[in-house]
């Protein structure tokens, strides 16, 4: 912080002038600024300020008088300070001074007076100091004064308080009379309402007959239905608990759960027929936290339904098996896959092959039906529409139906062989199966000469040309997928050495 300094030099000894007049002046507006230091010595040696308090008396030119603390800020080199306060700056005119030093060890020690001069600054020319007098020891007697006038009157309180207490203490015939009193009123509640143990119980019941009398566990906390049989269902046990709220567990494999898994929940029924609830709610969860929910309306359940995830998928998020027997056409919205033989109303009843289903329900008896073969990627869809007839399948075409290409027909061992210069080749473009070739040596008749994957949807007759001798072939493919050669006719049957096809099979 920023000072206005006057240092003092005293040499404390028996020998000096008994007033210095020094050349400091301060001025009324050095308010916290006007600061006197003082280094003291005795013998020519710093003068040690240990055990001692420094007391500075100042008298103002008006009379004021101040007697002050100093503060010691180096006690082994003897140097002290003290900054004038706001009151003693303003006294304007000559200060005398006087700088005294008070032991521990109660002696004391009038270091040197001196005089310094505070002028009146410009801006403080039309103010008047009033006459103060202020001690450092009397102002703190004044406020210990004060702090003993307040517990003394904290004390008086607390006196009237106990003196208020005293009055209200009752004689004691007050107290007796009122204790008969109390006596009198609990002896008659007594003989109007529990004069006999009937009475008692009577009493007792009535207390208790606003109190719901439904349990939603039993006493010790457990499931109020618990069902530990696998051959009982936890619905019938619920309806036939009849109307109320509760608590329920039922042991894993147990008739009517979502899954195989045990179960653990709560319902409430809000309606019965024949003390049977008829309407109400179940919340199920299994021990692998999947939620479950089912209604029954009008004795009636609707289904569980899953919360937990989307019926969608399976509890894992994958696509769900279905079991076998399943009729496609019934699912709800999911994603499912099966073999194609093992569930109902495939695009082939034949098929064998793995499948994915994918089944969106829009409502108002509309569903569309996707169904992918795993292996290929053969794609089928259809729909039932808002009169509920299912539409029929029809197969998306792609890229690959589109764009064939011929690849050379696996003839059955043993029965006949390619002609080198135009072997025996198929395609498959649009649902149809393309035949061009040649095959030589004559099979027996009915011998199966090769087997397609791609599979008529029925029975195909079809001819060829025999080379060698002028005349027709006569072939057939099979629901299955065999060709046969069946037999032959030309002019001269020994000069038939190979055959010729060139044939376009439907094969929806």
Request: net charge negative; glycine share 6%.
């Amino acid at each position: 912080m920023i000072r206005k300094n006057g240092p003092l030099e005293f040499d404390a000894n028996a020998y000096t002038s008994s007033s210095i007049t020094t050349n400091i002046n301060f001025w009324t507006q050095d308010r916290q600024t006007a600061r006197l230091i003082f280094k003291l010595t005795k013998d020519g040696v710093p003068l040690p300020l240990a055990a001692v308090t420094g007391k500075l008396v100042l008298v103002m030119s008006d009379g004021s008088r101040f007697i002050r603390d100093i503060k010691i800020i180096d006690r082994v080199e003897g140097q002290a300070e003290y900054i004038l306060s706001d009151q003693e700056v303003k006294h304007y005119g000559n200060v005398h001074a006087e700088l005294n030093l008070y032991y521990t060890n109660d002696q004391s020690m009038s270091v040197h007076q001196f005089s310094f001069n505070i002028s009146k600054s410009l801006i403080d020319q039309d103010i008047v100091p009033i006459t103060e007098y202020y001690v450092d020891e009397f102002e703190a007697l004044r406020d210990k004064i004060n702090a003993l006038y307040d517990e003394s009157t904290q004390t008086l309180e607390d006196l009237r308080e106990k003196f208020e207490d005293l009055e209200k203490i009752e004689t004691k015939e007050g107290a007796q009379d009122k204790a008969n009193q109390a006596l009198a009123a609990a002896k008659k509640y007594t003989e109007d309402y529990a004069e006999t143990p009937a009475g008692a119980l009577k009493m007792a019941k009535e207390l208790v007959a606003g109190f719901q009398q439904k349990k939603i566990t039993t006493d010790t906390g457990m499931p109020l239905i618990s069902l530990k049989d696998t051959s009982m269902s936890i619905l019938d046990a619920i309806i036939n608990n009849g109307v109320g709220q509760g608590t329920f567990y039922a042991i894993a494999g147990s008739k009517d759960l979502p899954n195989q898994r045990s179960f653990r929940g709560f319902y409430h029924m809000t309606d019965s027929t024949n003390g049977k609830a008829s309407f109400g709610w179940v919340y199920a969860t299994d021990y692998a936290n999947n939620i479950y929910t089912n209604y029954l309306n009008n004795t009636v359940w609707t289904g569980w339904s899953r919360i937990s995830n989307h019926n969608m998928l399976s509890e894992d998020g994958k696509s769900q098996l279905l079991p076998n027997g399943t009729d496609i056409l019934t699912l709800p919205s999911g994603y499912y896959y099966a073999v194609g033989t093992n569930v109902v109303n495939m695009p082939s009843k034949t098929d064998s092959s793995w499948f994915n289903i994918y089944v969106l329900d829009n409502g108002n008896n509309r569903k569309t039906f996707h169904v992918i073969r795993s292996a290929d990627n053969l794609h089928w869809w259809g729909t039932v529409h808002t009169d509920g007839t299912f539409k029929g399948w029809d197969r998306m075409l792609t890229e690959k139906d589109l764009n064939s290409t011929w690849n050379q027909v696996t003839l059955v061992t043993g029965t006949t062989k390619h002609f080198a210069g135009n072997p025996l080749k198929f395609s498959i473009r649009q649902n149809s199966l393309h035949l061009r070739g040649s095959f030589e040596g004559v099979p027996a008749n009915d011998t199966v000469i090769a087997r397609f994957a791609q599979k008529p949807s029925a029975k195909t007759v079809f001819l060829g040309a025999t080379v060698g001798s002028y005349g027709s072939a006569r072939f057939t493919l099979e629901k299955d997928g065999s060709l046969r050669f069946d037999g032959m006719s030309a002019n001269d049957n020994s000069f038939v050495s190979r055959f010729e096809i060139n044939e376009s099979i439907p094969l929806w």
